[in-house]
């Protein structure tokens, strides 16, 4: 299976293989049609603050593919990863697609420790939220709850964290958030190229921690 054109509108999967990579291939290609995370009709607020929003976003089944990658620590945001055909165990395929997802994305990481060491600053955070659209304001509070552990900056452990419970847990005040800036069309769903492009954007705005 190819993944190809990641964060256009092109965005598309090649089959190849086995039927579970059909079925994925499925997911991402039909997600127009296929059901979304969430109810999308209930009101949300961003840490009983500020108001963002007046109704739930949800996302396409092709951007729940991505945040099950993001979930486990997986980078979408290259513009080619390719399963070799015939490999069916799903432990051999994520570490194939890590590997070549590490290997096409500016991601900072550590070689010595084999560990992802980007952090997001404050103002970081800011300047990708609000090439978005979002307010100022919206991007102070998102970066209080990305940072969980309070070291006062976003690792890249808590932004993919995060990217992933989009999926797991979409209803939380940070995935709606999170999802309220991927909506760019502003039509309630998060298609596959939204959730590319902040994903992207976000893992741009990483800095390297590493003295090395």
């Given at each position: 299976?190819?993944i190809?054109?990641?964060g256009?509108?092109?965005?598309h999967?090649?089959?190849?293989?086995t039927t579970?990579?059909q079925?994925?291939?499925a997911?991402a290609?039909?997600?127009?049609?296929?059901?979304?995370?969430?109810?999308?009709?209930?009101?949300?607020?961003?840490?009983?603050?500020?108001?963002?929003a007046?109704?739930?976003?949800?996302?396409?089944?092709?951007?729940?593919?991505?945040?099950?990658?993001?979930?486990?620590?997986?980078?979408?945001?290259?513009?080619?990863?390719?399963?070799?055909?015939?490999?069916t165990?799903?432990?051999?395929?994520?570490?194939?697609?890590?590997?070549q997802?590490?290997?096409?994305?500016?991601?900072?990481?550590?070689?010595?420790?084999?560990?992802?060491?980007?952090?997001?600053?404050?103002s970081?955070?800011?300047?990708?939220?609000?090439?978005?659209?979002?307010?100022?304001?919206?991007?102070?509070?998102?970066?209080?709850?990305?940072?969980?552990?309070?070291?006062?900056?976003?690792?890249?452990?808590?932004?993919?964290?995060?990217?992933g419970?989009?999926?797991?847990?979409?209803?939380?005040?940070?995935?709606?958030?999170?999802?309220?800036?991927?909506?760019?069309?502003?039509?309630g769903?998060?298609?596959?190229?939204?959730?590319?492009n902040v994903?992207?954007?976000?893992?741009?705005?990483e800095?390297?921690?590493?003295?090395?």
């Amino acid at each position: 299976m190819t993944i190809s054109n990641v964060g256009s509108d092109n965005t598309h999967f090649t089959q190849a293989g086995t039927t579970g990579q059909q079925e994925i291939a499925a997911a991402a290609t039909n997600s127009s049609s296929a059901p979304n995370s969430g109810s999308g009709d209930s009101a949300t607020t961003t840490n009983g603050d500020v108001t963002e929003a007046s109704s739930t976003v949800t996302l396409s089944a092709g951007a729940q593919v991505i945040a099950g990658l993001n979930a486990q620590g997986i980078s979408f945001a290259v513009s080619s990863l390719s399963i070799p055909v015939g490999m069916t165990d799903s432990a051999e395929i994520a570490k194939t697609v890590a590997e070549q997802a590490r290997q096409n994305s500016t991601r900072p990481f550590d070689e010595t420790s084999h560990k992802y060491v980007g952090a997001i600053s404050q103002s970081g955070l800011e300047t990708a939220v609000e090439n978005f659209g979002g307010s100022h304001s919206s991007a102070n509070i998102l970066f209080t709850d990305l940072d969980t552990n309070g070291d006062g900056s976003v690792s890249d452990s808590e932004l993919y964290t995060a990217l992933g419970n989009t999926k797991s847990d979409p209803s939380s005040a940070t995935s709606q958030a999170l999802m309220h800036l991927m909506d760019t069309n502003d039509d309630g769903s998060v298609n596959m190229t939204e959730f590319a492009n902040v994903e992207v954007a976000l893992t741009n705005a990483e800095k390297s921690t590493s003295g090395n």
